[in-house]
């Protein structure tokens, strides 16, 4: 049996990889910070392709996961496809996204008061529902986060060569 791996340990690993993914993004944040939609959407392809490209690897784990020692598993325990990673990835990003589109739109409708009342209102929801997706790891027993439990994928402890 495989040891799921702990919620501290897969903090650290997303720690890491965002240190990793910090020089991209900030090349990214340059270029395009005149472009907000643009800059937003770049940001998500740049993170959406690293963390799938990893978790779909031989290793199925990002560098971070592989200094942390963890990886990523569907719950038969196999090696996840580039379709599921994929799916996995965006469904993370997913909310990040959306409370960026409603802060550009808050952007362009600043005069109108109702409707940055409804934004701000909408940015409090889903920093709510970003905490809850992640919270529920704490509740799960396979300590999965939402995307873990959409795409059937849990987080394991030791590398991928230790299954096999």
């Known amino acids: ?11 650290c690993a997303y720690l890491i990889d965002v240190a990793i993914l910090l020089i991209p993004t900030l090349l990214i944040i340059l ?54 990673a994929f799916n996995r990835s965006i469904s993370q990003f997913f909310l990040p996204l959306l409370n960026s589109i409603i802060i550009i739109l808050g952007e362009f409708f600043q005069d109108q008061d109702l409707l940055i009342i409804t934004f701000n209102m909408l940015k409090v929801i889903i920093v709510l529902l970003t905490i809850c997706w992640y919270f529920m790891a704490y509740l799960s027993e396979k300590r999965q986060t939402y995307h873990d439990m959409l795409f059937g994928t849990v987080v394991v402890k030791g590398t991928i060569k230790q299954l096999l």
């Open 31 to 84: 270029l395009l910070e005149s472009f907000p939609l643009i800059l937003h959407l770049s940001y998500m392809c740049v993170n959406c392709g690293y963390f799938t490209y990893f978790i779909s690897s031989k290793t199925q784990a990002t560098p971070g996961q592989q200094l942390m020692n963890i990886h990523t598993i569907n719950l038969d325990n196999f090696k996840i496809d580039m379709s599921l």
């Open 1 to 11: 049996m495989t040891e799921i791996a702990s919620i501290q340990r897969r903090f």
